[in-house]
């Protein structure tokens, strides 16, 4: 059964940085694309960070390239996203995802998830 937990939200001041990390287990886990995804308070899921298994490909959306940045050590079984000049709008539970099944950033894309984590920005 593979398990994704993510950790390293929190609360943090506008301009700030933080690191989420995700740590992934079980069979199989982890061998093809993984990504972050996040949800704001009544809002859909929206995909924020992609990564290749090689890490050979890294993929954002607009509103986040520049400031995030996705990364994996798949030794530690863990992937990464540093989060650079946070804003209020990036407040949002953040999930982990793994094993994607076609080739599209869509939700119903990935096929196991974490349980998502709170990141707070404040003003």
């Known amino acids: 059964q593979v398990q994704l937990v993510e950790s390293g939200g929190g609360l943090v001041q506008a301009g700030a940085s933080l690191t989420l990390s995700c740590v992934w287990s079980?069979?199989?886990?982890?061998?093809?694309?993984m990504a972050w995804f996040r949800q704001a308070s009544g809002k859909e899921r929206e995909f924020v960070a992609g990564?290749?298994?090689?890490?050979?490909?890294?993929f954002y959306p607009n509103n986040v390239e520049g400031r995030f940045i996705v990364s994996r050590d798949n030794a530690k079984n863990t992937m990464y996203l540093q989060m650079n000049s946070l804003q209020p709008e990036d407040t949002a539970v953040y999930y982990c995802?793994?094993?994607?099944?076609?080739?599209?950033?869509?939700?119903?894309?990935?096929?196991?998830w974490g349980k998502g984590i709170l990141v707070t920005v404040s003003t």
């Open positions: 990564i290749s298994a090689t890490s050979k490909n890294l």
């Open positions: 079980g069979p199989s886990a982890g061998i093809n694309a």
């Open positions: 995802a793994s094993d994607r099944i076609r080739n599209s950033w869509e939700v119903s894309a990935m096929k196991h």
